[in-house]
């Protein structure tokens, strides 16, 4: 890689917390081309060495890899708070899946996950990992933003309006993939969505074509303890036994949420080495669980960071699920030093990656990657006095303190301005679903 010369753009923050390693750097310089990063280095050495197209100073911030929303489903943006302080059941049987029913379409996709994605950026999220229907439509819409998108192919046996039955999912779903192969910002997934909406047959053709196509798995698993026990009674196998029996357990497979673990379990995910994406705010929200993330940490597993949908969470601020996750495993462990500020923020950036099966690429500031990165103001009000930038990120700064957004070098927020979407319509789109929504 030519380390000199000239190069697009040279950001000059307060600090760059490239993450791997987990380090601060004040004085240092992130150096663009094409792209990708081509040098993190001290700031008068970067200046002598490279001649930039364009010099981004940012002296009050901190520059740190974009957050991998490990979780979501990104259309739900719009049945925000349509049924809260409800337990999971409840509010899918009697709310969700009823307003689903009436209204999920074309449009209902694209603008949820438009607004979803606005959301995002803003957030600080440069990755998202998306779990829904009509997945042509999410592709679609996370590539005319700009944001880097895994989209998964859902499976379930059930009719939906974007398929019959679990054969004709994974056969529109292959095919998107088939077109989109090769794009740079988007890749795809297969997603069941969870034990208990799909039946043995699928699952095992599921298994085959992630090994055959080297595709991950996205599934919803060990969600509630009812979930764990109706699989008892209904099949004599926890859930992610039969898991294990179907071929699916393994390095590609990303388990959602986690709350209902024994020992059994979390010896299993270490033995076949699954990633974890915890959503501790949905998780906490629903009543569901407490995902044992120290647990999973002590037995050497990958656990990334989730929002879930704002349908359950009611926002997609990776900032807040962070603090919540590093509060959350020092509350139920007991001890005050477990999930620190810099393990929640590799959480939230390069075990998320890493889950994804595209650490090489994203979740950290390094020579090669792709330029996905963010700045956060940290000389604000109430981020002010600190003493250590990662501290003052987790434990109190907002999203609203995110000032810019970059994927892939293309800049999607530029100081609070959303650069590839309108806000003005995103509003009006916005205001007019509530309109049709209301009172589901």
Request: glycine share 8%; proline share 5%; aromatic share 4%.
């Amino acid at each position: 890689m030519d380390n000199t010369g000239s190069i697009d753009t040279l950001i000059c923050p307060r600090w760059v917390l490239p993450v791997e390693p987990a380090t601060v750097l004040a004085g240092h310089a992130v150096a663009i081309r094409d792209g990708r990063i081509i040098a993190v280095l001290p700031v008068d050495e970067a200046r002598t060495r490279f001649s930039a197209e364009r010099t981004i100073e940012l002296d009050g911030h901190a520059l740190l890899p974009g957050f991998v929303n490990a979780h979501t489903h990104a259309a739900m943006n719009l049945l925000k708070g349509i049924a809260d302080d409800l337990p999971l059941q409840r509010w899918l049987e009697e709310h969700i899946w009823p307003a689903e029913g009436r209204w999920l379409s074309e449009a209902f996709v694209r603008d949820g996950t438009d607004l979803a994605i606005a959301e995002m950026i803003r957030s600080g999220t440069t990755t998202f990992n998306d779990m829904y229907l009509f997945p042509d439509i999410g592709a679609e819409r996370a590539i005319r933003a700009g944001i880097r998108a895994a989209i998964g192919i859902v499976v379930i046996d059930f009719p939906t309006p974007w398929a019959r039955d679990a054969n004709e999912y994974l056969a529109k779903g292959l095919a998107l993939r088939d077109e989109l192969k090769g794009d740079a910002l988007v890749s795809m997934q297969l997603a069941p969505h969870a034990p208990y909406t799909v039946s043995d047959g699928p699952l095992e053709r599921i298994a085959t074509l992630a090994n055959e196509l080297d595709l991950p798995v996205h599934i919803h698993l060990h969600e509630t303890a009812r979930e764990v026990t109706q699989a008892v009674e209904q099949t004599g196998k926890r859930p992610i036994e039969r898991l294990r029996e179907l071929g699916l357990l393994g390095p590609n497979l990303l388990a959602v949420h986690m709350t209902a673990l024994d020992d059994s379990d979390i010896d299993l995910c270490a033995e076949y080495n699954v990633n974890i994406a915890h959503c501790p705010e949905s998780n906490l929200k629903l009543a569901s669980g407490i995902c044992p993330v120290t647990r999973l940490q002590d037995a050497g597993l990958n656990i990334a960071l989730g929002t879930d949908g704002s349908a359950s969470n009611n926002d997609l601020d990776m900032l807040g699920e962070m603090r919540t996750a590093a509060l959350l495993a020092k509350g139920t462990s007991g001890d005050a030093s477990r999930l620190s500020a810099h393990e929640a923020l590799a959480m939230a950036t390069i075990n998320g990656a890493r889950a994804l099966g595209i650490g090489d690429r994203v979740g950290s500031l390094e020579p090669g990657k792709a330029a996905d990165l963010i700045a956060v103001r940290l000389d604000t009000l109430e981020s002010t006095p600190h003493y250590d930038p990662v501290s003052a990120l987790v434990y109190s700064s907002s999203r609203e303190q995110v000032t810019d957004c970059w994927v892939a070098g293309r800049q999607l927020m530029k100081n609070r301005l959303l650069t590839t979407l309108d806000e003005t319509t995103l509003l009006k789109t916005a205001h007019e679903w509530q309109q049709r929504l209301s009172g589901c």
